[in-house]
């Protein structure tokens, strides 16, 4: 199995690439903080349903919600969130993959992050109502 | 209020499967903003080789090891060590060229691959590439 500290490896290989390519091209940020969220995205989604595969379904969105923010953020991080960067362009993944997780859920949201003091980071979840 | 709390939650399980899965979502990335296998090829081997840069600091903390001898040492340093360390397998050594300065390492199971299924039209794609790029780098720094 994979040793923990290759997703960071690979986390901070990731930002490095995909800012890259996008400043190469014209200097877009947002595209690349896009691009970094959409994979956050994606992967969010795979593991929530690899995570809840033999668990029953959530009782209502609150029990989705709280399963999100503890278990499955543990099971990610191993950890309270205590060492994410200022950098927004660091916190883009792991906003996607809240977002993906709480998607695969059945709950449709917007999830930004922001950095008060070092090192609290605060993520914000606005759950979407169509 | 209590609900069933989340069977076979292995920590490490999840972090391997996390590695996996975000490592498919780059590739699957790089092949939307890259036109050739070619060019992801590369763009991953150098990644890789980003990696490997700073991945030898963390190996020989925690391995301990002492300078290899010779090459052979090398070879079996990467595999029954470096790899074991970090990806739980141990790749066999072999294909060893006449002059000893070339083998070949066969991975069996590879937890890169999990999930992963190449379709025909990218048969050029090394998916496993970044691996190419973390030796080259790693080797480089010692």
């Known amino acids: ?130 | 209020m209590s609900r069933p709390n989340v069977k076979g939650l292995d920590p490490k399980k999840v972090s391997g499967e996390l590695f996996t899965l975000t490592y498919g979502a780059i590739v699957a990335q790089l092949l939307k903003d890259y036109e050739s296998d070619e060019e992801v090829n590369k763009q991953l081997d150098r990644m890789g080789y980003n990696i490997g840069v700073r991945l030898i600091e963390d190996f020989l903390a925690r391995s301990g090891i002492s300078r290899c001898n010779d090459f052979r040492e090398t070879s079996d340093a990467i595999a029954k060590i470096g790899f074991k360390m970090f990806l739980g397998i141990t790749p066999s050594v072999s294909n060893w060229s006449p002059a000893g300065d070339e083998f070949s390492l066969q991975i069996e199971s590879n937890p890169l691959v999990d999930f992963v299924e190449l379709p025909d039209s990218h048969s050029n794609l090394s998916y496993c590439n970044i691996l190419c790029g973390v030796i080259r780098g790693a080797l480089e720094m010692v």
């Not at chain 1, 490095?16 to 969220?37: C, D, I, R, V």
């Not at chain 1, 989604?45 to 690899?50: A, L």
Request: some cysteine; glycine content about 4%.
């Open chain 1, 1 to 130: 199995m994979a040793d923990e500290v290759l997703f960071d490896y690979l986390h901070m290989e990731m930002i490095h690439e995909f800012f890259n390519e996008n400043y190469k091209k014209e200097g877009k940020s947002e595209e690349s903080m896009t691009t970094l969220e959409l994979l956050g995205f994606r992967v969010g989604q795979c593991v929530i349903e690899r995570l809840t595969k033999d668990s029953p379904r959530f009782k209502d969105e609150l029990d989705a919600m709280k399963f999100t923010c503890k278990d499955f953020w543990m099971s990610v991080y191993k950890k309270q969130i205590d060492n994410l960067r200022t950098n927004h362009q660091f916190l883009a993944f792991p906003c996607g993959l809240i977002r993906g997780a709480l998607s695969n859920l059945g709950i449709t949201s917007v999830v930004t992050a922001e950095v008060a003091i070092m090192p609290a980071c605060k993520f914000q979840i606005q759950i979407q109502r169509v």
